[in-house]
């Protein structure tokens, strides 16, 4: 059974940074992994993904500004969000990449002010 756990979000400043951690249970480490990101009004889109083995992928935007990481032994994820912009506000998400199944956590909210 999946079991998506995403926190860490929060409300910061333009410019700011803020962590995100998620426990993934039931899912194998052989998979990739991502976050997905949901801004408001939008559909949900990935916004980094790593393999097991640490390769990782980014989307435009947060190149440069966004590192993905993983924990294989504990099943965790992380994002390390670093010079953040009023478009980065939405709920971010993570899951296998692909997903295998319909399942999503509840997600954890970040709100960047400018």
């Known amino acids: 059974q999946v079991q998506l756990v995403e926190s860490g979000g929060g409300l910061v400043q333009a410019g700011g940074s803020l962590r995100l951690s998620c426990t993934a249970s039931?899912?194998?480490?052989?998979?990739?992994m991502g976050w997905h990101r949901q801004a408001p009004g939008k559909p949900r889109e990935l916004v980094a993904r790593?393999?097991?083995?640490?390769?990782?992928n980014y989307t435009n935007s947060v190149k440069g500004r966004f590192t993905i990481s993983r924990d294989n032994a504990k099943m965790m994820v992380y994002l390390q969000m670093n010079s953040l912009k009023s478009e980065d506000t939405g709920v971010y998400y993570c899951?296998?990449?692909?997903?295998?199944?319909?399942?999503w956590g509840h997600g954890t909210q970040v709100t960047v002010s400018s």
């Open positions: 899951n296998a990449h692909p997903p295998l199944t319909t399942y």
């Open positions: 039931g899912i194998s480490s052989i998979n990739p």
């Open positions: 790593i393999t097991r083995d640490g390769r990782t």
